[in-house]
């Protein structure tokens, strides 16, 4: 699998707003590993989509400590807050 280029922070592609995933294909599948495989080289904990200049609502992470709890998530939404913490982004 290819390593995906990461946008970095001035890129105004990183403003795009993200639309819905609303096809649950092979294509989608095929995505959500490459952004794994990108994930872990950076190395990083998370990977959104637009990170990889693909705007779709698709975000994969692993906050295991060995690395090997991959989870994929389409569509998310953020429903509850608890607590404030402040973190340097990638």
Not at 69 to 89: A, D, H, K
């Amino acid at each position: 699998m290819p390593h995906l280029t990461i946008l970095e922070f001035p890129d105004k592609r990183l403003r795009t707003k993200a639309q819905p995933v609303t096809a649950f294909d092979a294509a989608l599948k095929q995505l959500a590993a490459d952004m794994l495989e990108t994930m872990y080289a950076a190395p990083g904990i998370g990977l959104a989509a637009t990170q990889v200049n693909v705007h779709r609502q698709l975000l994969v992470l692993d906050v295991s400590e060995e690395k090997n709890q991959p989870m994929i998530l389409v569509n998310p939404r953020i429903t509850t807050s608890e607590g404030s913490q402040t973190y340097q982004e990638g």
